[in-house]
């Protein structure tokens, strides 16, 4: 057991040091707590990129457009209290940092870039909250409903380079990420190991302000794909690793103690 506990906590250190070096919202594994027990863990989840669509606000000339806007290197590491609401759901909270880049350009009349935009956001504080309901169907089968919301505020140092000229800029802007999500999942337990894949509806909004100008970035109305296994060590710890696709391309890692 002693080297089990040693195990974990290389694990948790490997996902602190590596994960802001190298976010979607993960469901943090299949399995719901159980009535009145609650656990107390740590979540890594790292967005590899994520498409955004254009919305409104920005100071542009007629005939110019946004386009080939991309989140990039989003980052969160979070502590997470989950707690066992009823038998069969939980709910939590995570609090912690993100960090991200973006970068998006902007075209003329004619479909040319004329300038590009580089955001590199400042690590800051995020939370999101959420809820996870489990029913056995049939023995060792899952289905699984996981919700959740969180919000990301921060300063950014973004780049503005005019090709014509090659000019650079730089201006200071505060963009707010608003990102919540549904999923359903199907999970089959193996002794200590829970595979599992489903699918989601998410939806992101970016609200970019700074001294001259507000506009919004968003993310609607998307559909993707995850798939994870959960890891049980004993009765206590759990660990879980899971990808998302399709809507954004992501990776997660958590660990937690059950108490």
Same mark, same amino acid.
């Given at each position: 057991m ?6 974990t ?6 996902m602190?040091?590596f994960?802001?070096m190298?976010?979607?919202n993960?469901?943090?594994g299949?399995k ?8 107390l863990?740590?979540?890594?989840e790292?967005?590899? !990129?994520k498409?955004?669509?254009?919305d /409104?606000? =920005?100071n ?5 457009e946004?386009?080939?806007?991309k989140?990039?290197n989003f980052?969160?590491v979070m ?12 709910m ?6 993100? /960090? @991200?880049?973006?970068?998006? !350009?902007?075209?003329?009349n004619?479909?040319n ?5 580089t955001? #590199?956001g400042?690590? /800051? @504080? ?9 029913y056995? =169907? $049939?023995?060792?089968w899952?289905?699984g ?6 919000r990301?505020?921060?300063?950014? #140092?973004?780049t503005i380079k005019?090709?014509?000229t ?5 201006t200071v802007?505060?963009?707010? @990420?608003?990102?919540?999500h ?8 193996f002794k200590?190991l829970t595979?599992?894949a ?9 609200t $970019?302000?700074?001294e001259t100008?507000c506009?919004k970035m968003?993310?609607k /109305?998307? $559909?993707?794909?995850f798939?994870?296994?959960?890891y049980e ?16 391309t992501?990776i997660?890692f958590?660990?937690?103690?059950? =108490?």
């Amino acid at each position: 057991m002693r080297k089990y506990f040693w195990l974990t906590c290389l694990m948790l250190i490997s996902m602190l040091v590596f994960l802001p070096m190298a976010q979607a919202n993960s469901i943090d594994g299949p399995k719901t707590q159980g009535l009145g027990k609650y656990s107390l863990g740590l979540v890594g989840e790292y967005i590899f !990129e994520k498409d955004l669509k254009y919305d /409104n606000g =920005f100071n542009l000339a007629s005939g110019e457009e946004v386009d080939c806007a991309k989140i990039k290197n989003f980052y969160r590491v979070m502590a997470k209290y989950n707690f066992g609401f009823w038998e069969n759901l939980d709910m939590y909270a995570k609090l912690g940092v993100a /960090n @991200f880049k973006a970068d998006y !350009e902007v075209n003329n009349n004619l479909g040319n870039e004329i300038r590009n935009y580089t955001m #590199d956001g400042k690590a /800051n @504080f995020t939370f999101t909250v959420g809820a996870k309901g489990t029913y056995e =169907f $049939v023995k060792t089968w899952l289905l699984g409903a996981d919700a959740q919301f969180g919000r990301y505020s921060t300063k950014d #140092d973004t780049t503005i380079k005019n090709l014509a000229t090659g000019v650079e800029t730089t201006t200071v802007q505060k963009p707010t @990420f608003l990102q919540w999500h549904f999923a359903c999942y199907l999970a089959k337990e193996f002794k200590n190991l829970t595979p599992y894949a489903g699918a989601r509806y998410s939806d992101l909004k970016m609200t $970019v302000k700074s001294e001259t100008v507000c506009y919004k970035m968003n993310a609607k /109305n998307k $559909v993707g794909a995850f798939v994870g296994l959960g890891y049980e060590i004993g009765d206590h710890w759990r660990l879980n690793l899971e990808g998302g696709f399709i809507d954004e391309t992501a990776i997660s890692f958590s660990g937690a103690y059950r =108490f």
